[in-house]
């Protein structure tokens, strides 16, 4: 996994990780705008069957409105995606976009601590994971 994700590994079905995901990005204040499932999309668009994984585009509102208001092209890249992907039947891995490497796109002051924000709360989120992991 590269520098631009923050990722963690679960020891739950797919299924469960997706949901647990959901809530725990509600719980630090997410929305879910865009829900893509990479594997009925590649299946319908290519015909190539991949793991079960889906795309979810979270959004912060404050955060978003902090950003645009800094730099208005950050909007090319919110919402910040949120990556649940299977790797077996027990294990899922949870990727996450890294705000810091929002700094590479646009090195512009104001956005350090939006970024700062966002990725304590990502951090937070995927760490609530594994204190749900045991609740089947």
């Keep these: ?15 469960d990780a ?25 299946k319908s668009k290519l015909d190539v ?11 912060r509102p404050a955060l978003a409105y902090e950003a645009l208001t800094a730099e208005p092209s950050i ?14 039947d027990r294990t899922t891995v949870v990727e996450a976009f890294d705000p810091d490497a929002m700094m590479g796109l646009a090195d512009n002051p104001a956005l350090h601590a939006v970024a700062a924000d966002a990725k304590q709360r990502i951090t937070a989120a995927l760490a609530a994971l594994h204190s749900n992991e045991g609740d089947h």
């Excluded at 996994?1 to 299924?15: F, Q, V």
């Excluded at 959901?22 to 893509?36: D, M, P, S, V």
């Excluded at 069957?49 to 959004?59: E, R």
């Design 75 to 88: 909007a090319a890249v919110l919402p910040c995606n949120v990556v649940v992907r299977a790797l077996d």
């Design 1 to 15: 996994m590269g520098d631009y994700t923050i990722s963690t590994t679960l020891a739950r079905p797919y299924a």
């Design 18 to 42: 997706v949901h647990l995901v959901r809530t725990a990005l509600g719980e630090q204040g997410f929305g879910i705008l865009t829900e893509i499932d990479l594997k009925a999309t590649l």
């Design 49 to 59: 069957d991949v793991a079960p994984q889906v795309i979810l585009g979270a959004c």
